[in-house]
């Protein structure tokens, strides 16, 4: 079970912190995934963290901007978000599976999926 958090209201150009916390399984067994949705808008990929080799990957959207990470003692994942812009409001959710695959941006693939956390920015 995943739940995520850490959403909020944010000016352009500033920060936010999304966390998704793993219950059961610990984080480190899955590959997290970050999507979100813009109202109006298909649900996109964010971010990825394939857990047995630590790589992260990245929409070109928020590339240099966005960075995912993993705290195996609290069983989380992070989303740090940078230099947030407009067109970045969102719910944002994170999703995990067990097994890596290459099609890993596609949301249909994944198995768990935490509640959604609301990301607005204001211009």
């Known amino acids: 079970q995943l739940q995520a958090s850490g959403g909020g209201l944010v000016q352009a150009g500033g920060s936010l912190r999304l966390s998704c916390a793993a219950s059961?399984?610990?984080?480190?067994?899955?590959?997290t995934v970050w999507f979100r949705q813009a109202p109006g808008k298909e649900r996109e990929f964010v971010g990825a963290?394939?857990?047995?080799?630590?790589?992260?990957y990245y929409a070109d959207s928020v590339k240099g901007r966005f960075t995912i990470s993993r705290d195996n003692a609290k069983n989380t994942v992070y989303l740090q978000m940078n230099s947030l812009k407009p067109e970045d409001t969102a719910v944002y959710y994170c999703a995990a599976r067990l097994n890596w695959i290459v099609d890993y941006r596609n949301e249909r693939h994944y198995d768990y999926w935490g509640q959604g956390t609301q990301v607005t920015v204001s211009s």
């Open positions: 059961g399984r610990t984080s480190s067994t899955y590959h």
């Open positions: 963290l394939r857990r047995s080799v630590g790589s992260t």
